[in-house]
C-alpha cells in the first residue's frame, strides 16, 4: 500500500469557544530544528491565557509563517513541518491526492490540528529551560538569567514557575553584603536635585485586554445593570474560618481563604433562588441546572474567570482546593479552555485593596454577579447593646432584563443570612 508524504501544515488552533485570534508569544523551536509530535511548539497568548501549542508531527521546522509578536486569527498557518529539503512552497501548496487505483489506495495523512495540553515537563534537552511563560516572563522583569534556577523548579515534573523565580530574587537580593548596600546606598544620594523619570508610554493592546475590553463593554451596554449592597457581619465567619482552617489544612493540605467561604454562600443561595443562575437568550430566560461559580482573578495585563464547577455539592475544603489550583495556573498562564468554561454565576473580590463598596460588571452571558468587599471592625448594635463587629459590605449586580429587585435582594439577603450564620455552610447535605 503506497503512502504519499506531505508536510504538515501548522495552524492556529481554536483554544477556547471565544477565541477568534491569538498572539504568538515565542516560539520554542527554530527554522531547521527537529521536532517530535507532542512536544511543545510554540505559546500563544489567547483571549484568557498564555499557552504552549504542541507539535502536530514529527519532523523538521522547514518555515515559521507567523512570527513571535504577530496576532493571527483561528486556522490561519503559522509554519511547516516536513522532511528536511522539502519545498516549503510546495508544501504550502500541497494537496491530497485523490485515490487513483482501486487495487492500490493511497494513505494521506490529513492536516493536523494542533492540541492542547497540560504541559508536561521533559528532561531538558538542547539547552532548553522548562519554565512557565509566567515565570519566563518574571525572569525578564526581574532581569534573572532563568538558566541558572535549571533543575531547580518546584513546578510540575520540575517545572519552573513564577514562585521559584521571585524565591530566587529574594535569596540573592538577601546575601547582599552591608558593604554593598552601604555603598549602593551612597551613591544613589544625588548630588543635584534629579529630574523626574517619565511615566508616559505607550501599551499595545494585547488579545487578553482586547478581549476584557469587548466583553465589559458589551455588557455594561447591553444588559441594563443594577447593584445592591448589603452591609453584613462576618464576625462569626472570621471566627470560624479561624477554628476550622489549620484542621482543614492538616486533613486536606489547604487552608480556605475567605473568598472560599463566600462561594459556598453564593452557590448554596441559589438553591432557594435559581433565577440568580440564569442566562438571556432569543428563545426565552435559561435557568442552569449545575451551579457553576466563577471566579474573577486578576493577572499581569487581564482578567481571567476560572470556574468553580458544582460548588454548591462541594465541602469548602473542595472550593479551596479548586481555587488555589486555578488561581496558580491563572497567574502562570497554564490555565485550560474547559477552566474557563461553563460559569453560571461569578464572585469578584476587591476586598484586599480596601474597597468599601463597587459596581461588579456582569460576565457575559450571566445575568448577575457578587462583588465582595473588606471587613471593618465597627460599632454595631447587637441585641440593643453597641458592640464592635467586622462588617462587609456585598455588592450584587444583576440584570435588569432577567429579574426584578425583589429577587436580587432576596438571593442577596440569603447570601447574608449564610455569612452571618456560617455554620450552615459546613452542614452535610
Same mark, same amino acid.
Given at each position: 500500500?503506497?503512502?504519499i508524504?506531505?508536510?504538515?501544515?501548522?495552524?492556529l488552533?481554536?483554544?477556547?469557544?471565544?477565541?477568534?485570534?491569538?498572539?504568538i508569544?515565542?516560539?520554542?523551536k527554530r527554522?531547521?530544528?527537529?521536532?517530535?509530535?507532542g512536544?511543545?511548539?510554540?505559546?500563544?497568548?489567547?483571549?484568557?491565557a498564555?499557552?504552549?501549542?504542541e507539535?502536530?508531527?514529527?519532523?523538521?521546522?522547514l518555515?515559521?509563517?507567523?512570527?513571535e509578536?504577530a496576532?493571527?486569527?483561528?486556522?490561519?498557518i503559522i509554519?511547516?513541518?516536513?522532511?528536511?529539503?522539502?519545498s516549503?512552497?510546495e508544501?504550502?501548496?500541497a494537496?491530497?491526492?485523490?485515490?487513483?487505483?482501486?487495487?492500490e489506495?493511497?494513505?494521506?495523512?490529513?492536516?493536523?490540528?494542533?492540541?492542547?495540553?497540560?504541559?508536561?515537563?521533559?528532561p531538558e534537552?538542547?539547552?532548553?529551560? *522548562?519554565a512557565?511563560?509566567? &515565570?519566563?516572563?518574571?525572569?525578564?522583569?526581574?532581569? $534573572?538569567?532563568? !538558566?541558572? +534556577?535549571?533543575?531547580? =523548579?518546584?513546578?510540575?515534573?520540575g517545572r519552573?514557575?513564577?514562585?521559584?523565580v521571585?524565591?530566587?530574587?529574594?535569596?540573592?537580593?538577601?546575601v547582599?553584603?552591608?558593604?554593598?548596600?552601604?555603598?549602593?546606598?551612597?551613591?544613589?544620594?544625588?548630588?543635584?536635585?534629579?529630574?523626574?523619570?517619565?511615566i508616559?508610554?505607550?501599551?499595545?493592546?494585547t488579545?487578553m485586554?482586547k478581549?476584557?475590553?469587548?466583553?465589559?463593554?458589551?455588557?455594561?451596554?447591553?444588559a441594563p445593570?443594577?447593584?445592591l449592597?448589603?452591609?453584613?457581619?462576618?464576625?462569626n465567619?472570621?471566627?470560624?474560618?479561624?477554628?476550622?482552617a489549620?484542621?482543614?489544612?492538616?486533613?486536606?493540605?489547604?487552608?480556605?481563604s475567605?473568598t472560599? *467561604?463566600?462561594?459556598?454562600? &453564593?452557590?448554596?443561595?441559589?438553591?432557594?433562588?435559581p $433565577?440568580?443562575? !440564569?442566562? +438571556?437568550?432569543e428563545d =426565552?430566560?435559561?435557568?442552569?441546572?449545575?451551579?457553576n461559580?466563577g471566579?474573577?482573578?486578576?493577572?499581569?495585563?487581564?482578567l481571567?474567570v476560572?470556574?468553580?464547577?458544582?460548588?454548591?455539592?462541594?465541602?469548602?475544603?473542595?472550593?479551596?482546593?479548586?481555587?488555589?489550583?486555578?488561581?496558580e495556573?491563572?497567574?502562570?498562564?497554564?490555565?485550560?479552555?474547559?477552566?474557563?468554561h461553563?460559569?453560571t454565576?461569578?464572585?469578584?473580590?476587591?476586598s484586599?485593596?480596601?474597597?468599601?463598596?463597587?459596581?461588579?460588571?456582569?460576565n457575559?452571558p450571566?445575568?448577575?454577579?457578587?462583588g465582595v468587599?473588606r471587613?471593618?471592625e465597627?460599632?454595631?448594635?447587637v441585641?440593643?447593646?453597641?458592640?464592635?463587629r467586622?462588617?462587609?459590605?456585598?455588592?450584587?449586580?444583576?440584570?435588569?432584563?432577567?429579574?426584578?429587585g425583589?429577587?436580587?435582594?432576596?438571593?442577596?439577603s440569603?447570601?447574608?443570612e449564610?455569612?452571618?450564620?456560617p455554620?450552615?455552610?459546613?452542614?452535610?447535605?
Amino acid at each position: 500500500m503506497g503512502v504519499i508524504e506531505v508536510a504538515t501544515n501548522v495552524i492556529l488552533p481554536m483554544l477556547g469557544q471565544t477565541m477568534e485570534e491569538g498572539t504568538i508569544t515565542k516560539w520554542l523551536k527554530r527554522e531547521g530544528e527537529s521536532v517530535q509530535k507532542g512536544e511543545p511548539l510554540l505559546e500563544v497568548m489567547t483571549d484568557k491565557a498564555n499557552m504552549e501549542v504542541e507539535s502536530p508531527a514529527s519532523g523538521i521546522l522547514l518555515k515559521i509563517l507567523a512570527p513571535e509578536n504577530a496576532t493571527v486569527p483561528v486556522k490561519e498557518i503559522i509554519a511547516i513541518i516536513g522532511e528536511a529539503g522539502e519545498s516549503v512552497d510546495e508544501a504550502v501548496g500541497a494537496e491530497p491526492k485523490a485515490e487513483t487505483a482501486p487495487q492500490e489506495k493511497l494513505e494521506i495523512p490529513a492536516q493536523s490540528v494542533p492540541q492542547l495540553k497540560v504541559p508536561v515537563v521533559q528532561p531538558e534537552e538542547s539547552g532548553r529551560i *522548562f519554565a512557565s511563560p509566567r &515565570a519566563k516572563m518574571t525572569a525578564a522583569e526581574l532581569g $534573572i538569567d532563568i !538558566s541558572l +534556577l535549571a533543575g531547580k =523548579g518546584s513546578g510540575p515534573g520540575g517545572r519552573i514557575v513564577e514562585r521559584d523565580v521571585l524565591d530566587y530574587a529574594e535569596k540573592s537580593t538577601a546575601v547582599e553584603s552591608k558593604t554593598e548596600r552601604k555603598i549602593e546606598t551612597e551613591s544613589a544620594i544625588p548630588k543635584t536635585p534629579a529630574k523626574r523619570q517619565p511615566i508616559g508610554k505607550k501599551i499595545p493592546i494585547t488579545p487578553m485586554r482586547k478581549s476584557v475590553a469587548d466583553s465589559v463593554s458589551a455588557s455594561a451596554h447591553t444588559a441594563p445593570h443594577v447593584t445592591l449592597v448589603s452591609e453584613t457581619d462576618v464576625t462569626n465567619l472570621i471566627a470560624l474560618r479561624k477554628q476550622v482552617a489549620d484542621e482543614i489544612e492538616r486533613t486536606h493540605g489547604v487552608k480556605p481563604s475567605f473568598t472560599a *467561604f463566600v462561594i459556598k454562600a &453564593a452557590a448554596l443561595a441559589i438553591l432557594d433562588n435559581p $433565577i440568580i443562575n !440564569s442566562s +438571556l437568550t432569543e428563545d =426565552g430566560i435559561i435557568i442552569h441546572d449545575e451551579i457553576n461559580i466563577g471566579v474573577a482573578v486578576a493577572i499581569e495585563g487581564g482578567l481571567v474567570v476560572p470556574v468553580i464547577k458544582q460548588a454548591d455539592v462541594k465541602p469548602i475544603y473542595k472550593i479551596a482546593q479548586d481555587m488555589e489550583s486555578l488561581v496558580e495556573k491563572a497567574r502562570e498562564g497554564t490555565l485550560l479552555p474547559d477552566d474557563m468554561h461553563g460559569g453560571t454565576f461569578s464572585v469578584t473580590s476587591l476586598s484586599s485593596y480596601g474597597v468599601d463598596m463597587f459596581n461588579p460588571i456582569i460576565n457575559p452571558p450571566q445575568s448577575a454577579i457578587l462583588g465582595v468587599c473588606r471587613s471593618v471592625e465597627k460599632p454595631a448594635v447587637v441585641n440593643g447593646e453597641i458592640t464592635i463587629r467586622s462588617m462587609m459590605n456585598l455588592c450584587l449586580s444583576f440584570d435588569h432584563r432577567v429579574l426584578d429587585g425583589a429577587p436580587a435582594a432576596q438571593y442577596l439577603s440569603r447570601v447574608k443570612e449564610l455569612l452571618e450564620n456560617p455554620y450552615l455552610l459546613i452542614l452535610e447535605r
